[in-house]
């Protein structure tokens, strides 16, 4: 049954009292919400992320503000209603706000505009964390709701107003003006202004992330030319896929990698003490053994970066700032190890105890040449034992590992890739499984629960990857481990500013690299020559890995042997010269100029590599043909 209109209309203001006011000053009050509206969400957003709204300067505030302002005009067009847009800006600013306050508070840094794409990642892993509200997250929803509260009081009409081109026309040309200022000029730059990859301290929400927008675009580097990289080729031939290894060296028959998740040494940073090493095992070994620390250029997740560096030698120090290369760089045939591997007779196999649904796994590695992949629904595991808390133990992944090399024909040469997941973020569930043997000590003992749980994770990494060794040390075939963390974990964030000092935006170059810092370790059953202390980024441990295994290497890999004289360190944070110097990647200047030319060379080889992949030099990424 239909309720006459008039009846409707006497429910609605029975339910919805509002001001005895004149329908003038209605309208004059419903265009000062309008206008306050964007500027209060602004506030809200920066508080949400434990930023000072006024902290920053004049044309900062006013680049963050203009998207809280265009927002609100895009709603007013689409519901043609002052009241209702300035409800769905409002709500929209504050939702987008909690949502960079979470992936600050499991991940450590702010969201980027991959993100968008790599959703199906994060819901993977959403029921895994804390999302009990804060004070300043209840604070900023009491707010919102008592602000969009008092706009409901307002006796203005509810139904969508004539369209008017005098507000139109002026308003988008406003909105292009500025839009083609931002994205095609170099106003913002010229400025000083650039994106912050951990935090929006420097920035705010709204100009960080769309700063990250406006430098996704990638320009060819200074000097680039297909010939240039052409001449390089020239010099760094690739060996042949048929070769055989000289000098006595035994090339492995198995050559096994684990990128362990979230495998990190905290000792290196300043003031840490725990009762018993996180890592007895690990540090244990020297026979046939190579040890050091790779810089990684992620901290506190995005993981997939990490194996991208590994597993190409390209570094991600010169994508645009937040990008994942999974889900934006990788094409049929991938040059990288897998392919590499697979020219030299190896199996090559790709293990991860996770969904495959993260980071665009299945199709990257059918893109990089790899024969098998297996994820968790292929792993056999015992739901009660094998778990830790709600991944699966290093103890469980390593037996399937074994399982699939017990699988293969004997001799058949395999190369194994497998990611880790026990010891994924965060770090403030339920201890199943796993006994609380490590913990800080010292002025820090009791204050941090999250790096506690943290420790004991490493703890039974290292007893699982000690059992991994165990097996391996009695095998007959020629077998070499590489072992390597991907980023060091997002435990409580107070924590990193007590060991090191400052917030990280603010740290001297050489002392902010701490936090990139994983462990890296080449084991084989049979005689390699050992060394400790070895210092390399991620982008070089595969080059080195080949040429330890005596494996024949690319052209390109031969190129990042010879560049890791001249630049031990590239990453995202900044750079490490031969010289020792340290530098941040805003100050490459203070390179040495042998360093400075090596540098602008490699960005010209990831340029033709990454996005001139049509005009690549023929057999320099990729093993020669025979």
Not at 287 to 307: L, R
Not at 360 to 385: C, I, P, Q, S, W
Request: a negative charge.
């Amino acid at each position: 049954m239909k309720f006459p209109l008039a009846l409707r209309e006497r429910t609605r203001r029975l339910h919805y009292p509002k001001l005895p006011i004149s329908p003038g000053l209605a309208a004059w009050l419903s265009r000062g919400f309008f206008l306050a509206g964007p500027l209060i969400s602004y506030v809200l957003v920066e508080l949400l992320n434990n930023n000072d709204p006024w902290g920053f300067s004049n044309l900062q505030l006013a680049l963050n503000l203009v998207w809280y302002y265009m927002g609100a005009i895009f709603f007013y067009f689409v519901w043609g209603n002052r009241d209702r847009a300035t409800r769905w800006a409002m709500f929209l600013a504050w939702v987008i706000g909690i949502i960079n306050s979470y992936a600050f508070r499991f991940r450590g840094r702010t969201i980027f505009p991959s993100d968008i794409v790599t959703i199906r990642t994060a819901l993977n892993v959403a029921g895994n964390y804390n999302y009990l509200p804060d004070l300043t997250q209840l604070f900023t929803l009491l707010v919102m709701v008592l602000f969009l509260a008092a706009l409901a009081l307002l006796p203005t009409p509810k139904e969508r107003q004539p369209f008017s081109w005098k507000l139109f026309i002026p308003s988008q040309a406003a909105c292009f003006a500025f839009l083609w200022m931002f994205f095609c000029t170099n106003t913002v730059s010229d400025a000083g202004i650039s994106p912050s990859m951990w935090t929006t301290r420097g920035n705010g929400l709204a100009l960080n992330f769309s700063l990250c927008v406006r430098y996704s675009w990638v320009q060819p580097p200074s000097g680039y030319s297909t010939v240039s990289v052409d001449a390089l080729a020239e010099e760094y031939p690739s060996d042949d896929a048929a070769v055989e290894t000289s000098g006595g060296i035994t090339r492995p028959v198995n050559l096994i990698v684990i990128m362990n998740e979230s495998f990190s040494d905290l000792s290196v940073l300043p003031g840490v003490e725990t009762n018993q090493d996180a890592m007895p095992f690990l540090r244990s070994l020297e026979e046939n053994t190579i040890k050091g620390y790779a810089y990684s250029s992620v901290f506190g997740g995005t993981t997939a970066n990490s194996e991208y560096e590994f597993l190409t030698g390209n570094t991600t120090a010169f994508l645009p700032a937040g990008t994942v290369p999974y889900h934006m760089y990788i094409s049929s045939n991938e040059p990288g190890l897998a392919r590499q591997m697979g020219d030299l007779g190896y199996y090559t196999v790709a293990m991860h105890p996770y969904y495959s649904s993260g980071w665009n796994r299945v199709a990257v590695y059918n893109d990089m040449g790899f024969d098998e992949k297996h994820f968790l629904e292929d792993f056999t595991y015992d739901e009660d034992e094998d778990i830790i808390r709600e991944y699966l133990s290093d103890q469980a992944n390593y037996e399937n590992v074994i399982a699939r090399y017990e699988a293969k024909e004997e001799g058949q040469p395999l190369f194994l890739f497998n990611v880790t997941m026990q010891n994924h973020s965060g770090y403030t569930g339920e201890w199943t499984n796993l006994p609380r043997e490590v913990w800080l000590t010292g002025d820090m003992e009791g204050k941090y629960d999250t790096v506690d749980q943290y420790l004991s994770l490493i703890y039974q990494s290292d007893q699982a990857f000690e059992y991994l060794i165990d097996y391996f040390s009695q095998v007959e075939e020629p077998t070499m481990i590489c072992l390597f963390g991907d980023h060091q974990p997002q435990v409580d964030g107070d924590f990193y500013t007590e060991t090191l000092g400052e917030e990280v935006d603010f740290l001297a170059p050489d002392v902010a690299q701490k936090k990139q810092m994983v462990p890296f370790l080449i084991w084989a059953n049979y005689d390699i020559p050992e060394r400790e202390r070895v210092s390399l980024s991620l982008n070089y441990l595969s080059a080195y890995l080949t040429e330890v295994a005596g494996l024949p290497q690319t052209g390109y890999q031969q190129y990042l042997k010879d560049l890791w004289q001249e630049l031990p360190i590239v990453n995202t944070v900044g750079y490490v010269d031969g010289e020792g110097n340290w530098v941040h990647t805003s100050d490459e200047e203070n390179l040495s100029p042998t360093a400075q030319t090596a540098l602008d060379e490699y960005k010209r080889v990831l340029y033709n590599n990454i996005f001139d992949k049509g005009r690549r030099p023929s057999d320099f990424f990729t093993l020669a043909s025979p």
